[in-house]
Structure formats: structure tokens, C-alpha cells
């Protein structure tokens, strides 16, 4: 991957639905970040995406970074959902736009968002190259055998239904940082980026052969509010019997599952917290999220075959040693071990010295990973 040269600006936005989150870089630098929230809703000052990017571009202004500056490189925006279409991040143009815009029903949650995003810079910057950067691209490498369900496939062709993954930007910069660490290129990772949102993947010589979200960004891990893995039955069950509606069970599987539905509580600052205190619902909410973790890990170790880095990264993965522990423990006939003092200083390797498997803590860095792509397709032309 390129690295952003010295004097290269890079605005990033994540425009989401109802937050924009930005970060200005001059070559690999962050010079100014921050986030405007609460887009759209009830007595919120911020009425739509047009308000919020007004905000943002008065927030740069503010320290000479503006979005009208002629000094700005480009703006790199990160897309959730690029079906399978878009495999490498892209430069925007109407006929991206009209791409991205017929994936919203595949991302109804958060295509829309990005695009509302996209429209506005457009309009304020019509001269400058924007650059779609998508959560799924990374993952398209996947084999037909890791990206079918095996549901009629007529039907599922039609609908577009295979897994995606998501979180492809986080992982493909902590994959290339783990290979970074081992000073091996070719090697095989396993990263676990563990946020409020949680997906693992599997990659060997920098290309992704496994990873946990599916078709959405339900499948797979316990995340805070999201089940993760589950028996489609349960769904069927839950209509048929517990009388929900799609929208009500969207809403339970979505926003009131995970560590939320099993323990009342999403953060897992609080939990460990109420852990401490041996609290019985956090107790179980801890321990199923670790076991879930632990049978990924397990799983991902067979697809690669041979592991070289397991890498921990996200909010949970860089700053809970409990949850690196107790996830990794007892694995030492796999060569997985983590060195008690070297977890819980958090940075870098924390396996001891000698075992085949380096485990690291990797501090995740999208918004970087996004400028070094928005900048590696730019003509050359339009770089100063
Ligand atoms: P992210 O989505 O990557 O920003 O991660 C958010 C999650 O990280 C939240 O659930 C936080 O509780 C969790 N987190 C942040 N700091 C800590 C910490 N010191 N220990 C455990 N979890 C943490």
C-alpha cells in the first residue's frame, strides 16, 4: 500500500446516518478530527447531512484546514456496502453514485447516510477527486466456499444474497500491520477487531479468506448490541410463535441482542466492572462472548492452517486484557499463548518469547487506511 506523501490533504468522512465523523490528514499525519452527531433527529440543531458538513467544514475552517481550501488533495469517503460491484475503493462519479444508491436495500442502515455525505461534498467540491473507500471490498477475496449460504441458489442470485463482511479498511490495515510485525508479507493473520461492532477475518499473504459478518453485519461474534451468530430458526420461532413483527425483530436481533440483551449493559468497560463485583448476568454475557471468540478463532486456525499473528484491535480487542486472556487461554497446544505482564501492558506483542504464534494488540486506524487508499488511485496528474 502507498504511504501518503508529506504534503498530500486528505479529508475523511464517514458519513453515517445520523452522525458524520471527519478527519483531515496531511500525508500520514491527523491533523484535525472530530464528529457531528444527533443528524435528523427530534430537537437536534443539526436538521440533515447538508447542516452537518456545514458544521464540519466551519470546524476545519476554524483552523485554516477548510474544505474550500485549494490545498485539499482530495476527500475520501467510507461506503458500508459495495456488493460486488465495487472491490477496490473508487472514484466517485455519477455512475458510482447511481451504484452505490441501488445497494441500499442490501444496507438500508447505512448506504444512504454515506451517500447523503458524498452529495453534499460533490456540491461544495465539484473540482476535487472524491474516492469511495467500501467496508466490503476487502473481503471480496473470499472463496465461493466461504461466501455461499447454502440456501436455493437460483434465489439467492437473484436477491444477492452471500456474505460480504464489513470492517474490510480495519482489517485490511491491522493484517498488513500484523505482516509488518512478523516482517513477512506472505504470512497468515488472524484479526480480531472487537468494537462496538465485532468481526473477525482470516488472511493469508495479505488476502482475506475468511471473515464473520455475512450478507449484514449481524453475522458472526457477540458484538454490544448485535447477537451475532444465531439459528435462522430462532427468527422463524420468534414470528410464528413469540407474534413479533420484521421490524420488531430487526430492532431485538440489531440493537437489543448482544452483551445489551444478555446483560442489560453494551460497554464492556461496565460489564468487566460488574464481573468484578461477580454479577451473574455479566458473568454469562462475558463468558459467551469470550467462547464465541475462542470457537472463531478455532475455526480460523483450520481455514489458515498455519497461524503466524492472532491481532487484537478495536475498542474491546486494544484495551481489555481480561477478554485477550480469557479468550486465548489453554490454547498452548495450538502454540497460542499471552504473557500475563505483556497483556496487560497492551501494546504490541503479548505472547512470550519462543511460541509459534505472536498475539498482538493492534491499535486500528481506518481513517489512515482510507486516505493511503483514496490517495494510491489518484492520477498522478492530480497529485501535487
Ligand atoms: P469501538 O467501536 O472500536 O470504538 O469500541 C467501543 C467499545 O470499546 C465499547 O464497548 C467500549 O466499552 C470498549 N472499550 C473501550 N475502552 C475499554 C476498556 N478500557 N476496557 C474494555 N472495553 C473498552
Redesign the pocket.
Given at each position: 500500500m502507498t504511504v501518503a506523501g508529506k504534503t498530500e490533504r486528505v479529508l475523511v468522512l464517514n458519513s453515517g446516518s445520523s452522525s458524520v465523523k471527519y478527519a483531515l490528514f496531511i500525508g500520514e499525519e491527523r491533523l484535525a478530527s472530530g464528529i457531528v452527531e444527533r443528524i435528523g433527529e427530534p430537537g437536534s440543531p443539526v436538521a440533515d447531512h447538508e447542516a452537518a458538513l456545514d458544521i464540519v467544514a466551519g470546524e476545519l475552517a476554524d483552523r485554516n484546514l477548510g474544505i474550500d481550501s485549494p490545498e485539499l488533495t482530495a476527500i475520501g469517503h467510507r461506503v458500508v456496502h459495495g456488493g460486488t460491484d465495487f472491490t477496490e475503493p473508487t472514484l466517485i462519479t455519477d455512475e458510482v453514485t447511481a451504484k452505490i444508491e441501488e445497494l441500499v436495500p442490501l444496507a438500508p442502515l447505512h448506504n444512504p447516510g454515506n451517500l447523503a455525505g458524498i452529495e453534499v461534498t460533490r456540491r461544495l467540491r465539484p473540482d476535487l477527486p472524491q474516492v469511495a473507500v467500501f467496508d466490503t471490498a476487502f473481503h471480496s477475496t473470499i472463496s465461493p466456499a466461504a461466501a455461499t449460504y447454502a440456501i436455493d441458489r437460483k434465489l439467492a442470485e437473484r436477491l444477492r444474497i452471500r456474505r460480504y463482511g464489513f470492517h474490510g479498511t480495519s482489517h485490511a490495515y491491522v493484517s498488513r500491520e500484523a505482516a509488518a510485525l512478523v516482517g513477512r508479507p506472505g504470512c497468515n493473520v488472524i484479526v480480531l477487531h472487537?468494537?462496538?461492532?465485532a468481526s473477525a477475518s482470516a488472511v493469508s499473504g495479505g488476502r482475506c479468506l475468511e471473515t464473520s459478518m455475512g450478507m449484514t453485519p449481524l453475522e458472526g461474534l457477540v458484538m454490544?448490541t448485535r447477537s451475532g451468530d444465531l439459528d435462522p430458526g430462532v427468527l422463524l420461532y420468534l414470528a410464528r410463535t413469540g407474534g413479533m413483527s420484521f421490524d420488531e425483530i430487526d430492532t431485538l436481533v440489531n440493537r437489543e441482542s448482544g452483551m445489551r440483551g444478555l446483560c442489560g449493559e453494551?460497554?464492556?468497560?461496565?460489564v468487566?466492572e460488574r464481573l468484578a463485583a461477580k454479577d451473574p448476568d455479566a458473568e454469562l454475557a462475558f463468558s459467551v462472548y469470550c467462547h464465541r471468540l475462542r470457537k472463531y478463532v478455532g475455526a480460523y486456525y483450520a481455514v489458515l492452517g498455519v497461524v503466524d499473528v492472532i491481532a487484537f484491535t478495536?475498542?474491546?480487542g486494544e484495551?481489555?486484557p481480561l477478554?485477550r486472556q480469557t479468550t486465548l487461554d489453554g490454547l498452548e497446544a495450538l502454540g497460542i499463548a499471552v504473557d500475563p505482564e505483556r497483556n496487560r501492558r497492551g501494546k504490541g506483542v503479548i505472547s512470550p518469547d519462543g511460541t509459534a504464534v505472536k498475539v498482538a494488540v493492534i491499535p486500528t486506524n481506518e481513517e489512515l487506511e482510507i486516505t493511503r487508499q483514496t490517495l494510491a488511485i489518484l492520477p498522478r496528474t492530480k497529485r501535487p
Open positions: 472487537l468494537g462496538n461492532g454490544g453494551n460497554d464492556m468497560r461496565t468487566q478495536g475498542g474491546v484495551n481489555s477478554v
